[in-house]
């Protein structure tokens, strides 16, 4: 390769050859011939061989920018800048080149103007590739993190499909709406009236609550009868009423929102063939009618979580992680986010899918959720945890599952925070029938999970789906 310049005027120069400039040099495969940020000090040129050129990140994730082969040159970038290596140059196979010093690369370039030109044609040439490669990334980046309605519906829609379809063939299955087409009708008693037979001691006032809940504060003289022990408990109820009197009235009352207890404790009695069974109407005014006697709240059943409780122990460290900038921004922290609140949600639906009218009881405990929504809630809810837990374990809309759980986890945190501030003798119902306390670790370990969640939204950008396909975001781009 000779690089001439004619003469120009009366004074020409002579044509300049680069194996008279530099000296050749072998250079194995793999090789790093110039380092990303080092100080320039040569000028290459491919004789034989291929080299790549890329760039590094403090964390060794690596960019490719481009291929050479033979009878092309690098290192001219930073001769001409005058600072640090932009990229770093490698060798692909065995190659040969030839060294031109910063001196006589200098001396080239006044003596060689056509040699200038084609240099800033190839700067201005990578510019121009440059700037694509950058449109392009972000692009794809974008169409990466785009969210859509239809990821949401996609699965919540699947959670009620599932949800319902297996309802259908679960022997423990359970209505969509709680006493939706029951023919028998409860006759309800106004406070008021409730309140002129408790002072003529003209009735016979039953708790339908579960019987921490009934210790904890009921009205005085009221007998309890919870429902999830009605066949155990009621021949000595029905002694107690024949005692007292079956001429009396029986006004059942049960204080939660949703009015699960008291009306089924009253159609329980009235298809025993008790006379006289009224509900009261206002589930909540007793607490301000009636004298009532109270005590401290106990302690209510708890229940080792086993493996998934110590899971839930984890997401307590993800606090730690708001202080490491690099740690808290990995796309790999994101990974292990994913697969701990996937193990966690799909383990706790698992325990709650087949037995849908025991997390029904564990929902109205909460005093959150209206008659009609109890069961729909009860259904769904497992399904969507699973579903959800899935698509994070397998890497599908992992932005749109992160963002559901985290819907989830603040409902859950609001229910806990009522739950403390109101003293409620409740477990978290987790399991089933049982659970952990409710207290406020609880409430800590559902924030770290929330903290999650953020954090996939944010940066999760490793094993993923998107609709290009399946993404392997390893460390060479």
């Keep these: 390769m000779e690089a001439t310049e004619k003469p120009t005027g009366a004074a020409g120069t002579e044509g300049l050859k680069l194996c008279q400039l530099g000296h050749e040099v072998s250079v194995p495969a793999g090789t790093r011939i110039v380092s990303q940020g080092e100080d320039p000090e040569f000028f290459y040129v491919i004789q034989s061989g291929r080299v790549r050129v890329f760039r590094e990140t403090a964390d060794r994730i690596q960019t490719n920018l481009t291929e050479l082969q033979a009878g092309a040159y690098f290192g001219e970038v930073a001769l001409v800048t005058g600072q640090a290596r932009s990229a770093s140059v490698e ?18 370039l006044d003596q060689n103007p056509q040699l ?59 209505p969509l709406i709680h006493g939706w087409g029951e023919k028998t009708a409860i006759p309800e008693i106004t406070l008021t009236q409730a309140e ?52 009396k009235t029986l006004v059942v009352y049960g204080g939660t929102f949703s009015r699960r207890f008291d009306i089924d404790l009253a159609r329980m009695l009235t298809h025993k063939g008790l006379k006289n069974v009224v509900v009261l109407k206002d589930y909540s005014g007793w ?16 229940l080792p979580l086993g493996f998934a409780g110590f899971l839930e122990w984890l997401p307590l460290s993800i606090f730690l992680l708001f202080f490491v900038r690099p740690i808290w921004r990995s796309p790999y922290l994101s990974v292990f986010c994913r697969v701990l609140l996937a193990a966690i949600f799909i383990s706790f639906a698992l325990s709650k899918i087949m037995r849908p009218a025991v997390f029904a009881l564990n929902v109205v405990d909460y005093n959150l959720t209206p008659a009609w929504g109890v069961n729909l809630w009860s259904l769904a809810l497992p399904w969507a945890e699973l579903v959800v837990g899935l698509f994070l374990l397998l890497g599908i809309r992992t932005r749109a599952a992160a963002t559901l759980i985290g819907v989830m986890n603040v409902i859950f945190i ?26 406020w670790i609880k409430v800590m370990k559902n924030t770290g999970m929330l903290i999650m969640c953020v954090q996939i939204f944010l940066y999760d950008r490793f094993l993923v789906l998107d609709r290009g396909g399946f993404i392997l975001r390893d460390r060479k781009i």
Excluded at 287 to 302: D, M, Q, S, V
Excluded at 417 to 433: K, S
Aim: hydrophobic content about 45%; charged content about 20%; overall charge negative.
């Design 196 to 247: 002129e037979l408790y002072q003529k001691k003209q009735a016979i006032f039953v708790d339908a609550r579960k019987s921490a809940f009934y210790s904890q504060r009921h009205i005085e003289g009221a007998s309890n009868l919870p429902v999830v022990l009605f066949d155990l408990m009621y021949p000595m109820f029905q002694f107690m009423v024949e005692q007292e009197g079956k001429d």
């Design 91 to 108: 060798a692909l196979e065995d190659s040969t080149l030839i060294k031109v010093s910063k001196e006589e690369f200098d001396r080239l």
């Design 287 to 302: 607490e301000n009618g009636f004298p009532l006697k109270e005590k401290a709240a106990g302690a209510p059943g708890t």
């Design 116 to 174: 200038a030109r084609h240099i800033i044609q190839q700067l201005a040439s990578w510019l121009v590739a440059g700037d694509r490669r950058v449109e392009a990334e972000v692009v794809h980046q974008v169409k990466l993190r785009q969210l859509s309605w239809f990821d949401y519906v996609l699965m919540l829609g699947l959670s009620l499909v599932l949800s319902l379809v297996v309802n259908i063939y679960n022997d423990n299955r359970i």
């Design 414 to 439: 609001v229910g806990l925070v009522n739950a403390i501030l109101h003293h409620m003798p409740i477990n978290c119902g987790c399991v089933g029938e049982v659970g952990e306390p409710v207290n």
